[in-house]
């Protein structure tokens, strides 16, 4: 429920709070948003307080250049003259939670845009003009960064590093971890046609390691230019209506990275099959940059190996926390299936 402070605060905002303002709406993610009139809330650890200020100041940059389709942040009327007015930290209504840690009585709370549009909850919802919509609105996200938002920085990415120390854990030990982990799943109550399926798709991942293990190696191991990028472009955080992309939620994970993650991450999640179905959106990503006389700061093929390889370590990840499948119901189950299809798509390295 949101702290009596919140509630406060949105009043003097002149929100009227119905009971149905005060129960949060679950995205495909599991995060909870509040939904107040016009108005999305939604809270964070304290220990964010910090890097949301950060992250608003881009954020509230994004949506002047681009009308309509990025969430601006409200100012908090008794926080109008705060250096970082877009974030309430609110003591929660029921410390019995008989925790010691500041995060677990306070929190940070974002107050935004409500953006209309609609989730596309699977992949087989995506159509081709989708695909499309999504890369061109990626490209001018990236455009706008490299611009006006940061200085172009290049390094190594320490995502790209993880990413690449994980894999290579994996092809080292022969993936015995991840096998030791499917005999324990087998155990549990998961739907027998995922069951079924992951011998496949395990089999599939050991491949698609081996095939990319070297292409990752170079990408981790070199310098690459980095600016802000959402860091956290998969389908759920996408709103489309009639014509296209109506909004792009979430910018809790953006960040100076290489962004190449984040076409690897919007197409990754609305394409099944191999390189050659992401051309037509990544030639889309291409004439958003060229517009504003600018240039893709990856390659294509770059972006696809960044998928592949993490539709390998999400499978090793699932598969080591059983807790993520306990529900039969839960998002993480139509999410394995999914890796588990990619998987199965991706072996011929195209």
Not at 126 to 155: D, F
Not at 231 to 244: K, Q, S, V, Y
Request: a neutral charge; aromatic letters at 8%; one cysteine or more.
């Amino acid at each position: 429920m949101l702290p009596i402070r919140v509630r406060k605060e949105l009043q003097r905002l002149g929100l009227d709070l119905q009971s149905q303002s005060l129960i949060p709406q679950t995205g495909l993610s599991g995060a909870a948003v509040y939904r107040v009139g016009n108005y999305a809330i939604k809270s964070h650890p304290l220990a964010s307080f910090d890097r949301l200020a950060i992250l608003h100041r881009q954020q509230q940059r994004w949506a002047q250049c681009v009308q309509g389709w990025i969430p601006r942040l409200q100012a908090w009327p008794s926080l109008l003259s705060s250096p970082a007015p877009t974030v309430l930290v609110a003591e929660l209504d029921a410390p019995l939670l008989q925790q010691p840690a500041a995060d677990a009585l306070y929190s940070c709370w974002e107050c935004m845009d409500w953006l209309p549009g609609i989730h596309l909850e699977t992949i087989q919802e995506v159509t081709r003009g989708q695909q499309t919509a999504v890369a061109h609105a990626l490209g001018t996200l990236h455009a706008l960064a490299q611009q006006a938002l940061s200085p172009p920085n290049g390094s190594r990415d320490d995502r790209m590093t993880e990413r690449n120390r994980l894999l290579q854990e994996l092809l080292q030990s022969n993936f015995q971890k991840p096998y030791r982990d499917l005999d324990r799943l087998a155990t549990q109550p998961i739907p027998l046609d995922l069951l079924e399926s992951l011998p496949n798709a395990l089999k599939s991942a050991k491949l698609i390691a081996l095939d990319c293990h070297r292409a990752m190696l170079k990408l981790a191991s070199q310098n690459y230019t980095r600016h802000w990028m959402h860091g956290d472009a998969w389908r759920g955080n996408w709103l489309f209506d009639a014509d296209g992309v109506s909004g792009l939620i979430d910018f809790s994970q953006a960040d100076l990275r290489w962004p190449g993650f984040d076409l690897a991450r919007a197409l990754g999640s609305m394409i099944q099959g191999p390189m050659r179905a992401w051309i037509d959106p990544w030639e889309s990503y291409c004439q958003a940059l060229s517009d504003r006389g600018l240039q893709p700061a990856f390659r294509l093929d770059e972006a696809y190996v960044m998928h592949r390889v993490s539709s390998v370590l999400t499978l090793a990840r699932y598969l080591g926390e059983h807790h993520l499948l306990a529900s039969p119901n839960s998002p993480s189950i139509s999410r394995l299936r999914e890796v588990c299809q990619q998987l199965a798509d991706g072996t011929d390295g195209d």
